[in-house]
């Protein structure tokens, strides 16, 4: 079911100013930036192996993110599971009693097929479910 932890998102107040200590003290690897206007969000993919850190800035004070950050401060808001077969995935969790923040997939960053479940299902920890395409893949028949 779960192939692997595919990233881990931190919601920040300000990319600009969070960049510095994840590129030139961790010294990790800066892919991309990328908006995501659906999440009124700024996404700051960084390499660290084969997890992804995903720093958030919110681009408006309705973001997910900026109610995060207000209420929480800056800091981890989830952690991302590579799953295939997303939808699949989301129908067998609710089998078991998770509810879900989404109850069918919808894009997010990167073009990832994605939903959350509900961190009063899961420990009070926000896990996204992630199904990312192989890109150069052709679809199966």
């Given amino acids: 079911m779960i ?3 595919d990233h881990i998102g931190i919601a920040v107040k300000s990319l600009k100013e969070s960049l510095h200590f994840y ?3 961790l010294k990790l690897s800066l892919e991309r930036i990328e908006e995501v206007e659906s999440e009124k969000v700024l ?5 660290i192996g084969e997890i992804k850190i995903e ?4 681009t408006s004070e309705e973001s997910v993110i900026a109610r ?3 209420k929480h401060g ?3 808001h989830h952690v991302a599971l590579g799953v295939d077969s997303i939808n699949e995935r989301i129908q067998q969790l609710k089998t078991e009693g998770i509810k879900m923040i989404h109850e069918t997939a919808k ?3 990167g073009g990832a097929s994605i939903a959350f479940m509900h961190p009063k299902s899961t420990g009070n920890v926000l896990f996204e479910l992630c199904e990312k395409k192989m890109k150069g893949a052709e679809p199966n028949g």
Wanted: net charge negative.
């Fill in 55 to 58: 720093l958030l800035e919110p």
């Fill in 23 to 25: 590129t030139e003290v």
């Fill in 68 to 70: 995060f950050i207000d």
């Fill in 43 to 47: 996404v700051a993919f960084l390499s």
């Fill in 74 to 76: 800056e800091g981890v």
């Fill in 107 to 109: 894009i997010g960053a």
């Fill in 3 to 5: 192939k692997k932890v």
